[in-house]
């Protein structure tokens, strides 16, 4: 693996602060749905790649949408078409697509989460009814508010999920979070994953060892390295890790999906 | 040929290149970006007697030209490292440098005699300078006195060359280095890095969790280099410079300052095949300077 050059092949926002970039890059090849990749600013005073999500990866063809969350995403955001960034990866573990087989698959979506699981709704929509593949794929996407034009969710429709939208302050779709969406619409699931704010998946953890039921989740950290070396982004675990032989797993390395029920949030 | 290998210890290395302890792992997860048999030795994560949790998260910070970073030396401790990151660097051709960390006198020297009987280990450094955990570490490395006892202590427990890791955080750089030299220390590295703070004025919260966190980067390197200068003139063992380097430019700079040997640090999150570019960029910079042995460059500066 090296850190490579990717060519900014288009950029559109998709609502306030939240941007949509393709890019042509070899660090595309090989990526699994749920791994991310290391962007990093071309300003040389800003030395750590940005630990931003795959949404989507087709052979050369690699898909970020991020919120712009500080100077960093700020300055890559500003990039044009047909402008180049370094970029390391696919990194790390990816969802578990096998878990779904035979399942009612609930896909939770809060905000800026939303991007991590379009490419898992894409492949599981494309196994859909086989023998290792879902029985049912829904995605329940929570927005804020309005304003942030229900950002994905067609994406995720296009490729054949179940879509329900929810909004903090109902001024679009279903009032409320994604799990109250969930417990209004009486939508039932097998298998949840899920990726989005801290408190959103702290509630999913707790709602899924309700119902019994398995539950992925995606986590986000401080990242230095991005490949397991600097111990920079550990989450605390309920059992000793088998890496680190204390209560810490890589959100890098052994992430960023974990079984929800082996993580402390 | 350019002869890029230095004298250390009374061991010789292929170049002068390694990496800075905890910015690199055991080179496991590295080795996958980087041939690490190409570097001039390997230099390890802490490890201690047993098992450390380090700190809560956040444990890292961007700041401009740098980071900060309070991990708080979580390391499985030393069984596991012998079984597991040893028993990986025995298949390389690469020396070894493993750095030790203690809450205690005691656990370093228990930590230095189970290491020093290793035949894969070459030399010992001592983290006597780490500023994120609250016993041991710092404590020992920002007294002259403590840092005198806790040198003597571990090199009589040691059976290879004994390494103290300097802390910048100090008034006095130069007294420091000879403390170490008067306990016996066979070499000295440094800096560490440089106790720091970031506030979210947004949140009004520290960035990190532990408050405060230690600076490295390219943001450091000038003091570094003027440490470094400092620190070996004061003293006749050898020194490993490192703090900020992120090209051969650096690397050469450092060594004309007082090192023999010098160590990349954070700029292996930046460019993970950095130090096998540095290598080859310093013999480019010797075919252009004319310049047959790297090693005669080595404290030019103190004329």
Known sequence: MKKCVAHIISKTQLCEGIIDMRLRTEAARGARCGQFVLVFPNDPSRLLGRPLCICQAQEDCLRIVFRISGRGTQEISELHTDEKIMIEGPLGNGWDVSAAAGKEVLLLCGGIGAPALLQLAQDLCSIKGKENGPKQVRAILGYRDASMKAFLAEDFKEHGAEVIIASDDGSIGVGGNVLDAAKQEGIGADVIYACGPMPMLSAVKGYAREKGIPAYISLEERMACGVGACLGCVVKTAEKDGHSHVNNARICTEGPVFDASEVIL | ?303
């Open chain 2, 1 to 303: 040929m350019r002869d890029l290998s230095v004298s250390f210890c009374g061991m010789k290395f292929k170049n002068p290149v390694t990496c800075a302890s905890g910015t690199f792992g055991s080179g496991i997860e590295y080795s996958e970006f980087v041939d690490i048999d190409k570097l001039g030795a390997l230099t390890t994560k802490g490890v201690s007697v047993t098992a450390w949790e380090g700190n809560a998260t956040p444990r890292v910070a961007e700041t401009p030209s740098g980071m900060m970073n309070a991990i708080g030396l979580q390391n499985p401790g030393v069984d596991v490292f012998i079984q597991r990151d040893l028993a990986f660097l025995r298949e390389h051709d690469v020396p070894v440098i493993v750095n030790v960390c203690g809450h205690s006198t005691e656990e370093y020297v228990e930590a230095v005699k189970i290491l020093s009987d290793r035949e894969e280990v070459s030399c010992l450094e001592i983290n006597v300078s780490c500023p994120n955990v609250k016993e041991g570490g710092i404590a020992f490395g920002t007294d002259a006195k403590s840092l005198f006892s806790i040198t003597q202590a571990v090199k009589k427990a040691s059976k290879k060359p004994v390494i103290m890791k300097l802390s910048p955080n100090v008034t006095d750089i130069a007294l420091m280095a000879r403390s170490a030299e008067e306990g016996g220390a066979d070499a000295i590295s440094l800096i560490n890095t440089f106790t720091a703070m970031k506030i979210d004025i947004y949140r009004k919260c520290f960035v990190l969790a532990n408050r405060t966190g230690g600076l490295s980067g390219p943001a450091i390197h000038p003091i570094a280099v003027r440490m470094v200068y400092e620190a070996s003139k004061a003293v006749k063992i050898p020194v490993i410079g490192m703090g900020g380097i992120a090209c051969a430019e650096d690397a050469i700079e450092m060594m004309m300052a007082g090192a023999t040997l010098v160590a990349v640090g954070m700029m292996n999150f930046h460019e993970p095949a950095l130090m096998t570019d540095i290598i080859k960029d310093m013999e480019g910079y010797m075919e252009k300077t004319g310049l047959e042995r790297i090693s005669d460059i080595i404290g030019c500066m103190h004329g």
